[in-house]
Structures are given as C-alpha cells and as structure tokens.
C-alpha cells in the first residue's frame, strides 16, 4: 500500500495570476479551485497538497492572496488523471478590508466560479476551530445550485485535540448539510492530504481514450 503520508504531486508550477476574468488563462486542463474565508489556510493546504513549500503564498496577514493564481499539477500516480490546473482564489470574509475591496473580490471569485467549464471542483476550506458559519453556508448553497462539484476540508486540525476532532467535522457536516462527513487535513502534519487527492481524482472527468 502507497504511505498516505507520501502522496504528492509528480510536479506542480505556477502558471498565472489573474485580476479580472480578461486575465484568466485559456481553458485548457480541468481546474480544481480552493476556497474560504481571508488565512483559513487555502495556500498553506495547496502547497501541502502539492508537496511543494512556498508554491503558493502564505501569510500571517489575512488578506494576502489578492488574485486567482493557477498552478500545473501533475497529479500523484495513483490518482490516474492527467495534469490538472489548481487554482487559488482570494480569500473572503475578511472584515478589515474596505467594502468596495470586498465586493470587488466577490465579483471576481462568482465570475471565475459561476463561469467556468472547465471547473472540475471546488474545495471549500473551513477551519476547525470557527467551524461552518454563514459564508460557508451562502458559498456551499451556491455552488450546489449550479451544480459545481463540492469537496469541504476542515483544516488546521493538528490545533485541536484529537478527541474533539470528530465532533467539530460533525458540526460542519450538519452545518453544511453535507451528504458525507468533510475531509479532516492538517498543512503542519499532512494529515487528509492522500484522502483529499482521493476526492479530487473522483472529481475530475475520465480522460477520452485514444486522446
Ligand atoms: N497549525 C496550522 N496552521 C496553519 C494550517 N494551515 C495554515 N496555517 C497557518 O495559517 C496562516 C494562514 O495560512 P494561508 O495558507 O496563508 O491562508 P490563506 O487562506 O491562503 O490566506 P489568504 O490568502 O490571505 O486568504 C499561516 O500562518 C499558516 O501557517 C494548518 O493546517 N495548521
Ligand atoms: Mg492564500
């Protein structure tokens, strides 16, 4: 059996960072998208994910991911798809930005989110110790309406003991009303990264035979 702990991508390399949908790069490869609210931790579980530290940005200052940024991932082997584009969206939610700033990002993420063939999934970060509240809500209830494929991480679970774990992905599950129990990750330990890989290749369609 493959380590759980082992699983990373084949390589991973930034493509493009985007402002506006005029920016956004051609459709090419099926996309994954990482969302939730301003230092959930979405760079820091992409880069894990990944196995590469410092691909994507990271910041104790909430806020800090301002654009969409893609990546080229050459997914592990085991997960059977072909190369895959990751992409990273600013973070919402956050409070001390001006509202004029905050309505603008919206624009953009429902933009990319709301028109994008090509979207395979989104993953929507929660972190464990806020747990699911009315952004995560709106922001789950709107994709489920377009019918984007949804895969919800609670993160940063290495900051909880472990006997509350369980609880705390329960309370997302019924927040969310999700039909499953969320993925549990940890960027510090790896911890949901092979399980997180998992979903992901169910997501993404199977490649056309013969090319
Ligand atoms: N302990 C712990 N800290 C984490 C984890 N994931 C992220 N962090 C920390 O949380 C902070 C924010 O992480 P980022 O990955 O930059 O968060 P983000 O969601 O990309 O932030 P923005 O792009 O600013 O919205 C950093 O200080 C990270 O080191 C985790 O799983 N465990
Ligand atoms: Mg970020």
Redesign the pocket.
């Known amino acids: 059996m493959t380590d759980v702990r082992t699983l990373r991508a084949r390589s991973a390399t930034f493509l493009k960072s985007a402002a506006a949908p005029g920016d956004f790069p051609a459709e090419e490869l099926p996309e994954i998208a990482f969302a939730?609210r301003?230092?959930?931790?979405?760079?820091?579980?992409l880069n894990r994910l990944v196995g590469v530290g410092g691909l994507?940005?990271?910041?104790?200052?909430?806020?800090?991911?301002q654009l969409l940024n893609w990546f080229h991932v050459e997914p592990p082997g085991p997960i059977g798809t072909g190369t895959l584009a990751f992409v990273?969206l600013?973070?919402y939610g956050?409070a001390k930005v001006p509202v004029a700033m905050q309505v603008g990002w919206q624009g953009l993420i429902e933009a990319y989110l709301g028109a994008r063939p090509v979207l395979a999934a989104v993953v929507v970060?929660v972190d464990v110790r806020r747990g699911a509240e009315d952004e995560e809500r709106d922001l789950v209830a709107w994709l489920a309406e377009r019918e984007v494929a949804t895969i919800v991480v609670v993160?940063?679970?290495?900051?909880l003991a472990k006997n509350k774990r369980e609880p705390a992905l329960v309370a997302v599950k019924r927040d969310l009303a999700l039909p499953r129990m969320p993925i549990a990750?940890?960027?510090?330990t790896g911890d949901g990264a092979s399980e997180l890989w998992r979903a992901i290749g169910k997501a993404v369609p199977a490649r056309r035979s013969g090319g």
């Open positions: 939730g301003s230092n959930v931790g979405k760079s820091s579980l994507a940005r990271t910041s104790r200052t909430p806020g800090r991911t990273d600013p973070g956050y970060i993160t940063k679970i290495d900051k990750f940890s960027a510090e």
